[in-house]
């Protein structure tokens, strides 16, 4: 293989691009932004997803943004009670073979992009919009072999794969927003991760080193918005998130009706269906497989989808059995995180007995068995 083309320039266009050129196979990035500005807030990165930014060489420089939190927490979001724990600091690198991480988006971004720029191999575009494949071949100068959309949830790109799926929304919606540390109240942990669970919804805080910051999501059910991706909260959009825990505790009822500027983000996926034309096109990340975010896993299933792809597809095997073969194979690990989210969904917005079984269960259960629950997940080493 000698070049390919990569379709969109976030983290899953940037990470492909950084792992091709590791093979040594140019590539050129389309980007239909005229700058790249990430809107996003915080990012866990969990031991599968910082393995491979450590196999593309960039622990060093990131260890020195990231925070690792000492602590994964469930917390009760009506009472403030501690429900169980896993110890990711202590546990992350010697289980699971890399670090657990907390990042501002902007500063992963960021280092991939200033990667990106000074690697000869790669040639990033910006301000680019191509409606059509001879479009894309012209703006490039050549026939890619291998042609990757990793251009989102609203991919441009998915019509040129037959059969593949589409946006759908979750009915779930977020409330993002980033409070500086020293503003912070007590409950929030800077050494923690904490999600704080209670009836149909749930909200998560983590500390960002980077920010001097936490990065607070809450989410709860919602109306589909249509084509959307975020927007400002409004004063309709924050009354509508505070009614949605009005019966949590006062605390954090009064973190969220003075949260600073939230941002209000419909959760869509993409349904199932097909990733590769099993020819010369492929879709990664959001743009084959959006899910939400309970497992916090969106990022790092992409991260392994630019990761994966590169190795695959630049082996011995035809390209199109090389495709096939990466499209089957990612396909069943994508499947099992979002059966994995499903299910986090399912215990942290539980009601009535099923939130009284639930809070017994884990307060009884070893963490070290919970930690062996998430070994499949957080161990999984993506070959490149």
Known sequence: MKSVAIMGAGVAGLVSALAF??????????????ALQEVGAG???????????????????????????????????????????IATKSLARERWGAPYASIHRATLQKVLIERVKA???ISLNLDVEAQNESEIHELIGETPDLTIGAD???????QFVPQAGAPEFSG???????????DAPSFLNPRNVTAF?????????????????????????????????AADCNPTFRSEMTSQFCNWHRDIRTLLSYAPKPTWWPLFGVSNGRWTDGQSRILIGDAAHAMTPFAAQGAAMAIED????????TGNAALSDALLFFERNRQHRVSRVRSRGAFNKFAYHARGPVRVARDFVLKIRKPEHVAADLDWLYGYKAQG
Not at 152 to 158: A, E, I, L
Not at 172 to 182: G, H, Q, S, T
């Open 152 to 158: 989102g949830v609203w991919s441009k790109f998915r």
């Open 172 to 182: 779930m919606v977020a409330w993002r927003f980033i409070i500086p540390e020293r």
């Open 306 to 313: 630019a990761y994966e792809l590169a190795g695959v597809s």
């Open 43 to 85: 990012l866990q990165l969990s031991p599968n997803a910082t393995y491979v930014l450590g196999q593309l060489g960039l622990s060093d420089e990131l260890s020195g943004l990231w925070r690792e939190p000492d602590n994964i927490c469930l917390v009760s979001g009506q009472t403030l009670a501690p429900i169980t724990s």
């Open 197 to 229: 669970v209670g009836p149909r919804a749930h909200i998560v805080a983590y500390p960002l080193k980077d920010a001097g910051a936490f990065n607070v999501v809450a989410l709860s059910t919602g109306r589909n918005p249509g084509e959307t991706w």
């Open 119 to 121: 690697e000869p191999l």
């Open 21 to 34: 050129a590791r093979k040594g196979v140019r590539s050129v990035i389309l980007e239909r932004a005229s």
